[in-house]
């Protein structure tokens, strides 16, 4: 891996990053959607709130864009297979296979929902280069993971964590997506996660696509000091349990969207700035509604992609009004190292 690439993989300040896009033009991840449906059909999620044809992508048409984008595959540090759900796809591992013929030290890192995982494609994956596997995994309780995830069988993701904890690689970590609903279940969850040898506790917050479910999320542009109680007492037991664990910010404040740093490539080979402006995506944030606007920065089969990302970079620096009603580009949603600072 270039130095290039690893200074890419840590949190970098704007002026660094335009820099490094100045001397190399190529983003810290690429990602292909190669699905558009997914073997849950949880509630909350955009997936099943998006007005999409459902449908897998075919190995050839996979490899094809592979091939066009393969200049910046040999430079990148990640490739992420959809942003559905990976395990669904029957051929994910010759698609794996596919792209590390371009770059052989490109990782893998996996997000699943866990109901998919087995012991064969749990060995297939110890064999290629996946870092991590995260588990979305929203409480400890039956009632409160299968409540939510609608199709998710609490018992068979505890099991499926339990096969992949027992191989000496890859890292285990879970995403706690916090909500009204589970937030009370949070300190207990940690301990649960230490007891299973879960590596990270990734805590995430919701992002309300339907006005009736905002009621779920409880940041703020004052913050919540309930919820930062809560935050900190699983901090501490984090600390005791010597397990990681991160948190979302729960102020409001426009920030800089991690997904900016990564190209994301459509099942139809289109470019976007990332999967809200994909295509139409109804959002909700604070009180106010709107319907995303499409933006397609190119199609990799029509311009060099190369060329289409320096443009992206470039166009994105600084926070784009197209994101003005996205909980993710205020730092609300994912989990950051940083965050825990403003907790304590
Ligand atoms: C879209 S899923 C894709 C990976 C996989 N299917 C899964 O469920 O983990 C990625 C993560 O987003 C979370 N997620 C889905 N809808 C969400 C929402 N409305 N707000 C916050 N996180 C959400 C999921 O729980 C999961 O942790
Ligand atoms: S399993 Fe993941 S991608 Fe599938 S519907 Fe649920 S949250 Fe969305």
């Not at 703020?220 to 930062?228: A, Y």
């Not at 920030?255 to 990332?274: A, F, Q």
Request: proline share 5%.
């Amino acid at each position: 891996m270039n130095i290039i690439c690893k200074i890419r993989e840590n949190d970098i300040s704007e002026l660094l990053r335009k820099v490094l896009n100045k001397v190399a033009p190529y983003p810290k991840g690429i990602g292909v959607e190669i699905m558009t449906v997914c073997n849950l059909k949880c509630k909350h999620c955009r997936v099943n709130i998006i007005d999409v044809e459902p449908q897998m992508m075919e190995l050839n048409f996979f490899k094809q864009i592979v091939d066009r984008i393969s200049p910046i595959i040999k430079k990148v540090v990640t490739f992420q297979f959809s942003t559905i759900e990976p395990f669904f796809h029957p051929q994910l591992f010759a698609m794996m296979d596919y792209v590390s013929k371009y770059n052989k030290y490109i990782s893998y890192p996996l997000l699943t929902n866990g109901m998919l995982l087995n012991d064969k494609n749990i060995a297939s994956l110890c064999s290629r280069r996946v870092p991590s596997v995260t588990v979305s995994l929203d409480g400890c309780k039956q009632e409160t993971v299968e409540s939510f995830k609608t199709g998710a069988k609490f018992d068979k993701i505890i099991n499926n964590i339990k096969i992949l904890k027992k191989m000496d690689k890859p890292k285990v970590n879970t995403i706690f997506v916090a909500t009204s609903l589970n937030i009370g279940e949070l300190v207990d969850y940690v301990d649960f996660c230490a007891d299973l040898g879960i590596n990270r506790i990734f805590v995430n917050g919701f992002l309300s696509y339907l006005p009736e479910l905002s009621h779920l999320s409880f940041y703020s542009k004052e913050g919540n000091l309930e919820v930062r109680k809560v935050f900190l007492k699983a901090n501490e037991r984090a600390k005791k349990r010597d397990i990681s664990i991160q948190f979302p910010h729960l102020v409001t404040a426009r920030k800089r969207c991690d997904n900016l740093s990564h190209m994301y490539i459509g099942e139809n080979g289109n470019v976007s700035p990332c999967i809200h402006l994909a295509r139409k995506t109804p959002l909700a944030l604070m009180g106010e509604k709107g319907v995303t606007i499409p933006i397609m920065s190119g199609n990799v089969f029509k311009e060099n992609p190369v060329h289409i990302w320096s443009r992206l970079a470039k166009s994105r620096s600084e926070p784009m009004s197209a994101c003005r009603l996205c909980a993710e580009a205020h730092g609300v949603i994912v989990s950051k190292s940083s965050a825990l600072k403003d907790l304590l």
